[in-house]
């Protein structure tokens, strides 16, 4: 019978990031029970790896569902693997890498916990200020990704890597059902799609997010940065390969894995 607890959970989360080794699933089975334990998980792997100053909000996340009627997840990313295009992540170790092609979001001003809990899907102009082509590289610190329930990969960061962000510019209405995407790995064919976001509109999620970053009462501060969810799926990619996400009329990243 499995007796590990989430603080287990976190050390092993913790163990696995400093050695560069993943883990089996397996035991962890039943270790967490929901959503709001897997995001503790997070936090004290962020906090045990140093990611963060202490009390700080982080000022890079991902965010995102399958669809409007899923529930949406969130994650702090370490600062470390977030770098501007072109970037290359030849110093950081993945074991299964994969490519998400997504447009990322910026604050344009602090969001206190009392305005996030009024806000409404209308309010993204209000909020932001500027949008950027964005590639996240999504990687498991578990061994056989297939095998790990969804409450496993929440606790792994949703199962990131490492963010590579084009340009910014400013934040302007768009018709996201027409936005085409187009996104290579390596040699691969490109991978083209059009209107693909899963909740139609990326901006969408800001309430939900920004709710769930001023859960415990802090202030989100003007810059804060989200990413919003993959266009293309998750494609298989290689280290070595050169991956270039473009976006029609607003831009472009590329980076090497």
């Known amino acids: 019978m499995n007796y590990f607890l989430p603080t287990d959970l976190a050390d092993a989360l913790a163990e696995a990031r400093r050695s560069n080794r993943t883990l089996d699933a397996t035991p962890w089975l039943a270790t967490l029970q929901d959503a709001a334990q897997a995001y503790e998980v997070q936090d004290a792997v962020a906090s045990a790896l140093g990611w963060f100053e202490a009390g700080a909000v982080p000022r890079c996340w991902k965010s995102g569902g399958g669809s409007r009627g899923a529930t949406l997840t969130h994650a702090p990313l370490p600062p470390a693997g977030v770098r501007t295009s072109p970037a290359e992540f030849g110093d950081l170790m993945f074991h299964t890498p994969g490519i998400e092609a997504e447009i990322a979001l910026r604050l344009s001003k602090d969001v206190t916990p009392a305005q996030a809990a009024k806000l409404d899907h209308g309010d993204a102009a209000s909020l932001v200020d500027a949008m950027a082509v964005s590639i996240e590289i999504v990687d498991s610190r578990w061994h056989d990704l297939a095998a790990a329930p969804a409450l496993l990969r929440l606790a792994d960061s949703q199962v990131h890597g490492a963010l590579a962000i084009g340009e910014w510019q ?86 090497i894995v």
């Open 170 to 255: 400013p934040y302007a209405a768009v018709d996201w059902a027409s936005q085409r995407c187009e996104t290579k790995v390596g040699d691969a064919e490109a991978v083209v799609r059009e209107g693909t976001h899963p909740l139609a509109d990326p901006a969408w999620l800001l309430p939900i997010w920004l709710r769930h970053v001023t859960r415990h009462g802090q202030t989100a501060p003007a810059g804060t940065v989200v990413t919003t969810g993959s266009w293309v799926g998750v494609l298989p990619c290689r280290r070595g390969d050169q991956v270039t996400a473009e976006f029609a009329g607003i831009g472009a990243v590329r980076l």
